[in-house]
């Protein structure tokens, strides 16, 4: 069983940074990939970015490249999202959730959300 608590949304302007923090409790994290994902109002959930166990392998969404970085540190039993140049689009709910499958899939833990609102 992994539970997750995400940390670190809150208010920014345009161009702004915010990290984002994926907080792990359960022994069994490192065996598992975490992946980012947001919800903006009205729309569908959506991937931004997933990091393998190990943290040796990355992926993200197109939107966000250049922009984001996500890493981990298993000491820590902590995932995080830094995110550069936010723009307004970047608004939404972000999510962490855990998977043991890479390439990430079928995630199978979630935390509950963190909001980032960026005004322009």
């Known amino acids: 069983q992994v539970q997750l608590v995400e940390s670190g949304g809150g208010v920014v302007q345009a161009g702004g940074s915010l990290r984002l923090s994926c907080a792990a409790s359960g022994r069994t994290f490192i065996n598992y990939g975490v992946g980012w994902f947001r919800q903006a109002p009205g729309k569908e959930r959506m991937f931004v970015a997933a990091?393998?166990?190990?943290?040796?392998?990355?992926v993200y969404t197109d939107s966000v490249k250049g922009r984001f970085t996500i890493s981990r540190d298993n000491a820590k039993n902590t995932v995080y999202l830094q995110m550069n140049s936010l723009k307004a689009e970047d608004t939404a709910v972000y999510y962490c959730a855990a998977t043991a499958w890479w390439p990430p899939r079928n995630y199978d833990y979630w935390g509950q959300g963190t909001q980032v609102t960026v005004s322009s």
């Open positions: 990091i393998r166990s190990s943290g040796g392998s990355t």
